[in-house]
């Protein structure tokens, strides 16, 4: 059935296409159809963060960018959805076109900038949602317009809004379609902002009660001095998680490709390996107590259970999914499973 849906959709323009496909599965989800599409839900529980995840793959940021359809979304099968980027306040994003199909390598380029409807909207929705089947990220960032060296009181005004919401928050530093927003990662400037953004998640698990995990989501291009001491300030600092990797600005293998040549971050295939190596790298510099996310190019079970095998405890995707259709969630799970349940193979790649 999504193969015919594909074909619809990659008929219309990309951005058109993912506001028709969002809406068909919300109308389906309603009237109890989206069973159409999805697979069986696959159970297979990961207790991570006093949580426990009912599989280990999830949406990744960036379809829902104002958690509209957290629960349409949960039910195609996904353990977790991670709905934003949201910013303080609502903004339009870049100027259309924003997001490119380069489909014989299964891939995308989007510059869409943080469109969204700001915190509010976003807690109005996420205080909507039932969220029977899974668990819901929440991913912040800081609006276009205000400089970076203002950007803590953006993050710290979002972390406030949808602290009690969320199972966990992830601090975005990594998109490269917000100007100097990857300026953050630098050693000296995340110290500050993660570290006042750790300030507040004390604060706030105070008062709420309840501790809500803290995570980092990084960028694929940065460099292994640059990973070195993101790791070094995210082990000091002790965030509850990091996810590897956002999209890449670089175009490797793409030579030709006129797509290619659009500006914006890369996602899909061409991503895996450069994601995959720096979770790697990652796994190996920060301890055991934080926890990685993988998400970056995959379009199979395999490229999944590639991601565990390199440190991940749990995974996410996006483009896969709309290559691929929800088929592929269930593919990931059971290939995760299935390399977890090999018990000589996990000991001997220092699998957590
Ligand atoms: C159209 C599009 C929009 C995205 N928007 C966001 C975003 O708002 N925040 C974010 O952290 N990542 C965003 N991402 C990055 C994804 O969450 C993910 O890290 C990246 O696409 C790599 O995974 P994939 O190869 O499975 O797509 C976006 C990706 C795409 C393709």
């Known amino acids: 059935m999504y193969d015919l849906a594909r074909t619809l959709l990659f008929a219309l323009e990309p951005e058109r296409a993912h506001a028709a496909g969002l809406s068909a599965l919300e ?11 999805a697979g069986k839900p696959r159970q297979f529980p990961v207790k991570l963060w006093d949580r426990t995840f009912p599989n ?14 957290i629960d349409a979304l949960l039910s195609l099968g996904f353990g977790f959805v991670e709905v934003g980027t949201v910013t303080p306040q609502p903004q339009p994003g870049n100027p259309p076109p924003r997001l490119f199909r380069l489909p014989r390598q299964r891939a995308l380029i989007n510059r869409l900038g943080f469109n969204n409807e700001g915190v509010d909207a976003l807690v109005r929705n996420v205080e909507r949602a039932q969220r029977r089947t899974g668990l819901l990220g ?17 993050y710290l005004h979002c972390y406030e809004r949808v602290y009690p919401l969320a199972d966990y928050v992830v601090v975005n530093i990594s998109s490269p379609n917000t100007a100097g927003l990857r300026e953050l990662q630098e050693e000296q400037a995340l110290r500050r902002l993660v570290g006042a953004l750790r300030d507040a998640q004390e604060g706030h698990a105070a008062r709420h009660g309840q501790r809500v995990p803290l995570l980092v989501k990084i960028a694929p291009d940065l460099s292994d001095h640059d990973i070195d001491a993101a790791a070094r300030v995210l082990g000091d600092l002790q965030v509850d998680g990091v996810i590897a990797t956002n999209t890449t600005v670089a175009r490797h293998g793409l030579d030709g490709i006129p797509a290619a040549r659009e500006t914006g971050g890369l996602s899909g295939a061409p991503l895996l390996g450069k994601s995959t190596a720096v979770l790697r790298m990652l796994r190996t510099r920060l301890p055991e107590s ?57 000991h001997l790649t220092g699998e957590h």
């Open 290 to 346: 934080i926890a990685l996310i993988g998400v970056g190019g995959i379009m199979s079970g395999a490229d999944a259970a590639a991601k565990t095998a390199a440190g991940a405890t749990l995974v996410q995707c996006y483009t896969g999914l709309i290559y691929q259709g929800p088929r592929l969630i269930g593919r990931c799970v059971d290939a995760i499973r299935r390399r977890k349940e090999a018990p000589s193979r996990g």
């Open 138 to 154: 929440i991913n912040i960032g800081k609006n276009a317009g205000t400089p970076n060296d203002q950007a803590e009181r953006d």
């Open 27 to 37: 109308a389906a989800h309603r009237i109890g159809m989206q069973g159409l599409v």
């Open 56 to 69: 280990p793959v999830g949406l990744a940021a960036g379809l829902d960018k104002n958690g509209a359809h």
